[in-house]
C-alpha cells in the first residue's frame, strides 16, 4: 500500500496555489443534473470524492466530459435511472446530495446511505425533515435512502441543528418546488453560498444564502451556466497551519481571505504574523507559538476541519491548550498517533486539554481520516527524524497533489510503496 515517507526538520518556505473546493464541488457537481442543458463547471479539485461522484453520476446516464484537469461539461439530458448505488458511492459522504437534486428535478431518487469520514456519528434527520416539509415520502430500506413526490411544494422549514449538508440539499429540492421554501437555522457556510449561487446562474431564486434565513422562491426549470467553484477554504487553512507548525512562510496563493479570518485570527493568537492581500495570504512563524483556546463552530466560528491541524500546533507551543469540539462526537481519533510522536494530550469527551511539548519525533503512523491525516503529516514534517504515514488514501479523498505542493514547499515528503522504497527514500535524504 502507499505510504508517505517524511523526514522532518524543514521549515515550510513559498507559495501554493490553492484548488477549487471540495465541499463546494460536490453539491454543484450534483446540482449540474437539475438542468437538461449543458452545465459548464471550472475550478474543480481533481480528488478522489469529486471523481467518484462524477463517476456515479456518468452511470446514471449523464454525459460528463473532461475539458481539461479541472473544467468539465455536464449534460443530464439523458438519465435514464435514479438510482444511484455503487460500491465506490457508498464511499463518500457528498452522495447524498444527488438526493436534493434529482428528488428537485424527477420527483424521485433513491440513493446509498452515505458513508465518508469517519469522524462520529452523522446523522441525516434534518435532511429527511426537509424532503418531507416539502411533501416527499422519504424511507430508508436495504441501504438506500429513497424519496418520491407527486409535487414538491414549498414549505417553512426550521432546521434543530446547523447542518451544511441539510441545508444544501433541501435548498436543492426547493429551488425547483412550487412557492416558496425558507429554511431557518440555515448554514451559512461560504460552500452554502457557492451552490446557491451556482444555481442562481441557472435561473435560480434563492436569496440570504449566508445568513441564518434562505429563501427559495421555486422555479419551473433550471437552464445551462458556466461557473467556477470558490477556492478551498480548508486546504489554505491546511496549508496555512503548515506554516505555522513548520516555523515555515508560506503564501496560500488564489484564496479568498474573507472566508479564512477566524483561521488567520488563530493563528495571529498564537504568535505568527498573518499578511492578507487581495487573493493571498502569507504566514509567518518565526517566535514560539503559544498556547490558546479554541472551539470549533459552524461559519464563521472556527471550523472543525480545521480542529486536528491546530491541535498539531497547540501541542507544539508553551502552555496548556483547550481544544473543544462542537460539531462531530468523535474527531480526537488522531490523538493516540499525536502521543506516539511525543505530544502530551488528554481527550475527555469532546474536550482535548494539550500541554505543548517541545518537539515531536517522527514515527510510524496511519491516517485516521481525511483531515486528521493531512494535520499528522503536517507533524511529521515537524518532527525530528523519519516518520511513514499509512492509509493515505484518506488524505487523497479530499486534497489535491498534497505530496507535491508541500514538496514545492521544501518539504521532505515522497510515496513509497513499499519497505525498499522507504529505505531508498532514507539513502537519498541522508
Ligand atoms: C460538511 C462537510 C464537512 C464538515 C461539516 C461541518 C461536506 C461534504 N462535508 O459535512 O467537511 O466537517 O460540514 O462543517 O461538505 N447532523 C444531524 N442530522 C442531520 C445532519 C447533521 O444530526 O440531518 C449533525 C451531524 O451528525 C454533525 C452536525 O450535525 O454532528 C453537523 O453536520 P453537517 O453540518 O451536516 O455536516 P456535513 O454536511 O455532513
Given at each position: 500500500m502507499e505510504q508517505y515517507a517524511i523526514k522532518g526538520g524543514n521549515p515550510l518556505v513559498g507559495e501554493v496555489e490553492i484548488g477549487g473546493a471540495k465541499n463546494a464541488a460536490l453539491p454543484i457537481i450534483a446540482a449540474s443534473v437539475?438542468?437538461?442543458?449543458?452545465?459548464?463547471?471550472?475550478?474543480?479539485p481533481d480528488v478522489r470524492d469529486t471523481n467518484v461522484l462524477l463517476k456515479s453520476m456518468q452511470d446514471l446516464g449523464v454525459m460528463v466530459s473532461r475539458q481539461n484537469r479541472h473544467r468539465y461539461t455536464v449534460n443530464a439530458a439523458n438519465i435514464h435511472s435514479l438510482i444511484v448505488d455503487d460500491d465506490n458511492i457508498r464511499k463518500i459522504r457528498a452522495s447524498y446530495y444527488l438526493?436534493?437534486?434529482?428528488?428537485?428535478?424527477?420527483?424521485?431518487?433513491?440513493?446509498?446511505?452515505?458513508?465518508?469520514?469517519?469522524?462520529?456519528?452523522?446523522?441525516?434527520?434534518?435532511h429527511l425533515k426537509g424532503f418531507r416539509a416539502l411533501g416527499a415520502e422519504?424511507?430508508?430500506?436495504?441501504?438506500?435512502?429513497?424519496?418520491?413526490?407527486?409535487?414538491?411544494?414549498?414549505?417553512?422549514?426550521?432546521?434543530?441543528?446547523?447542518?451544511?449538508?441539510?441545508?444544501?440539499?433541501?435548498?436543492?429540492?426547493?429551488?425547483?418546488?412550487?412557492?416558496?421554501?425558507?429554511?431557518?437555522?440555515?448554514?451559512?457556510?461560504?460552500?452554502?453560498?457557492?451552490?446557491?449561487?451556482?444555481?442562481?446562474?441557472?435561473?435560480?431564486?434563492?436569496?440570504g444564502a449566508g445568513t441564518d434565513v434562505i429563501r427559495i422562491k421555486g422555479v419551473q426549470k433550471l437552464h445551462g451556466?458556466?461557473?467556477a467553484i470558490i477556492p478551498d477554504q480548508i486546504e489554505a487553512g491546511t496549508f496555512m497551519f503548515a506554516a505555522a507548525i513548520t516555523k515555515g512562510d508560506v503564501t496560500v496563493k488564489n484564496v479568498i481571505p474573507k472566508h479564512l479570518e477566524s483561521i488567520s485570527a488563530k493563528l495571529l493568537e498564537i504568535g505568527c504574523e498573518v499578511e492578507e492581500s487581495d487573493d493571498a495570504v502569507r504566514v509567518v512563524s518565526s517566535k514560539p507559538l503559544?498556547?490558546?483556546?479554541?472551539?470549533?463552530?459552524?461559519?464563521?466560528?472556527?471550523?472543525?476541519?480545521?480542529?486536528?491541524?491546530?491541535?498539531?500546533?497547540?501541542a507544539l507551543s508553551q502552555g496548556t491548550s483547550i481544544v473543544t469540539e462542537s460539531i462531530f462526537d468523535n474527531r480526537f481519533k488522531y490523538v493516540d498517533e499525536l502521543t506516539r510522536m511525543g505530544a502530551n494530550i488528554k481527550v475527555e469527551g469532546n474536550t482535548a486539554i494539550i500541554d505543548g511539548v517541545a518537539k515531536y519525533t517522527g514515527a510510524g503512523i496511519a491516517a485516521p481520516d481525511l483531515r486528521a491525516g493531512a494535520a499528522l503529516v503536517m507533524a511529521c514534517l515537524a518532527a525530528e527524524g523519519y516518520s511513514t504515514v499509512e492509509e493515505i488514501q484518506y488524505i487523497e479523498r479530499g486534497y489535491e497533489d498534497f505530496c507535491m505542493k508541500l514538496q514545492s514547499l521544501g518539504a521532505q515528503i515522497e510515496?513509497?510503496?513499499?519497505?525498499?522504497?522507504?529505505?531508498?527514500?532514507?539513502?537519498?535524504?541522508?
Open positions: 437539475m438542468t437538461d442543458e449543458t452545465v459548464y463547471i471550472d475550478n474543480v438526493i436534493g437534486a434529482l428528488l428537485g428535478k424527477y420527483k424521485k431518487a433513491e440513493v446509498a446511505l452515505p458513508g465518508g469520514c469517519n469522524i462520529g456519528s452523522r446523522g441525516i434527520d434534518q422519504v424511507e430508508i430500506k436495504h441501504g438506500l435512502i429513497r424519496a418520491s413526490a407527486e409535487k414538491l411544494v414549498g414549505s417553512h422549514i426550521y432546521m434543530d441543528i446547523v447542518s451544511v449538508g441539510a441545508t444544501i440539499n433541501v435548498m436543492m429540492a426547493a429551488t425547483l418546488a412550487e412557492g416558496t421554501t425558507i429554511i431557518e437555522n440555515a448554514a451559512k457556510e461560504p460552500h452554502v453560498v457557492d451552490l446557491a449561487n451556482f444555481l442562481n446562474s441557472m435561473g435560480a431564486n434563492i436569496k451556466t458556466d461557473y503559544r498556547h490558546t483556546h479554541v472551539k470549533t463552530l459552524p461559519y464563521p466560528g472556527f471550523p472543525t476541519d480545521m480542529q486536528p491541524q491546530i491541535a498539531v500546533a497547540l510515496k513509497v510503496n513499499s519497505e525498499r522504497e522507504f529505505q531508498k527514500f532514507k539513502l537519498k535524504i541522508g
